[in-house]
């Protein structure tokens, strides 16, 4: 069943970075398809620029649990040695294999993938042009991977400036937002003074700063509880899309009223637009 009861009424999803945590928008998107919930925009950062793009593509639950069953965190880490960053050559991979060489303006959905400029600082949304490029670098984390190479840019985790991007929907016209964030419990100190340690805690620091934002301009936000599992490890996966199907099916009440509303009038469309920090478009 379609709640979607007003042609004009855009609701857009957005699915928050958070590693390996990523495993609970698989959750999510299981519930709205049982609901018949169908969203008429999609952005995502890091982990849920992966998931979102498989999503606006039309894979299914299924297709995407498929994918998940045949993952191996080898096949995107490719240095074996700790200070050396990997490509992100097996991520963009993972694009290519499944949904082939396509575009972001091929996909069934309106996408967007959001990514940093390493010299300019600036946050990059990506609207048009090859999805594998613009997920794998949403989802390049700084010493992990090596910045992406991209129309003259050095690109990497889009979670340093927006790590659950909930403005970026509203920018393109959507009425209401549904926001899953993953990482609820990503701000936690480390004892440690190892250079990883170092820069997994400061990274943590950034994005708990940036991820206001998204709550801001989120009108439903889906917290799973994924604070046990690892964000740099799929072990667990199963129980984490778990996680992130029983917390959907919590809010599913609001969910549903949500698209049962009616869409924002125009002015009040336009002041909160007015309001956002503008990131580059690409």
Same mark, same amino acid.
């Given at each position: 069943?379609?709640?979607?009861?007003?042609?004009?009424? /855009?609701?857009?999803?957005?699915?928050?970075?958070?590693?390996?945590?990523?495993?609970?928008?698989?959750?999510? $998107?299981?519930?709205? *398809?049982?609901?018949?919930?169908?969203?008429?925009?999609?952005?995502?950062?890091?982990?849920?620029?992966?998931?979102?793009?498989?999503?606006?593509?039309?894979?299914?639950?299924?297709?995407?649990?498929?994918?998940?069953?045949?993952?191996?965190?080898?096949?995107?880490?490719?240095?074996?040695?700790?200070?050396?960053?990997?490509?992100?050559?097996?991520?963009?991979?993972?694009?290519?294999?499944?949904?082939?060489?396509?575009?972001? *303006? =091929?996909?069934?959905?309106?996408?967007?993938?959001?990514?940093?400029?390493?010299?300019?600082?600036?946050? $990059?949304?990506?609207?048009?042009?090859?999805?594998?490029?613009?997920?794998?670098?949403?989802?390049?984390?700084?010493?992990?991977?090596?910045?992406?190479?991209?129309?003259? #840019?050095?690109?990497?985790?889009?979670?340093? #400036?927006?790590?659950?991007?909930?403005?970026?929907?509203?920018?393109?016209?959507?009425?209401?937002?549904?926001?899953? =964030?993953?990482?609820?419990?990503?701000?936690?100190?480390?004892?440690?003074?190892?250079?990883?340690?170092? $820069?997994?805690?400061?990274?943590?620091?950034?994005?708990?700063?940036?991820?206001?934002?998204?709550?801001?301009?989120?009108?439903?936000?889906?917290?799973?509880?994924?604070?046990?599992?690892?964000?740099?490890?799929?072990?667990?996966?199963?129980?984490?899309?778990?996680?992130?199907?029983? *917390?959907?099916?919590?809010?599913?009440?609001?969910?549903?009223?949500?698209?049962?509303?009616?869409?924002?009038?125009?002015?009040?469309?336009?002041?909160?637009?007015?309001?956002?920090? /503008?990131?580059?478009?690409?």
């Amino acid at each position: 069943m379609n709640y979607k009861k007003h042609k004009k009424l /855009k609701v857009g999803l957005v699915l928050s970075g958070g590693g390996a945590r990523g495993f609970a928008h698989l959750g999510a $998107i299981k519930a709205f *398809e049982e609901f018949g919930v169908k969203f008429d925009f999609v952005s995502g950062t890091s982990a849920g620029s992966l998931v979102g793009a498989f999503y606006a593509a039309g894979y299914s639950f299924d297709d995407m649990l498929d994918i998940a069953r045949k993952f191996d965190a080898k096949d995107i880490r490719t240095s074996k040695l700790v200070f050396v960053p990997s490509k992100t050559d097996g991520l963009e991979n993972i694009i290519t294999s499944n949904l082939g060489d396509i575009n972001i *303006e =091929d996909l069934k959905i309106p996408f967007t993938a959001t990514a940093v400029d390493l010299k300019s600082t600036d946050e $990059i949304c990506f609207t048009k042009g090859s999805v594998a490029k613009a997920v794998a670098a949403s989802c390049c984390v700084p010493a992990v991977f090596q910045p992406v190479e991209h129309n003259g #840019r050095n690109l990497c985790d889009g979670g340093l #400036r927006n790590t659950m991007p909930a403005d970026i929907p509203r920018l393109f016209g959507c009425d209401y937002v549904v926001s899953v =964030d993953v990482n609820k419990s990503r701000l936690f100190g480390t004892d440690s003074t190892k250079l990883l340690d170092v $820069i997994g805690c400061t990274i943590r620091i950034l994005m708990e700063s940036n991820v206001d934002k998204g709550y801001k301009y989120s009108d439903i936000v889906l917290r799973p509880e994924t604070k046990r599992f690892k964000s740099t490890k799929s072990e667990g996966y199963l129980d984490m899309i778990e996680e992130g199907y029983r *917390e959907t099916i919590s809010k599913m009440p609001e969910i549903l009223k949500l698209f049962a509303s009616r869409p924002l009038p125009s002015f009040k469309k336009k002041h909160i637009i007015s309001k956002l920090e /503008k990131p580059v478009i690409e």
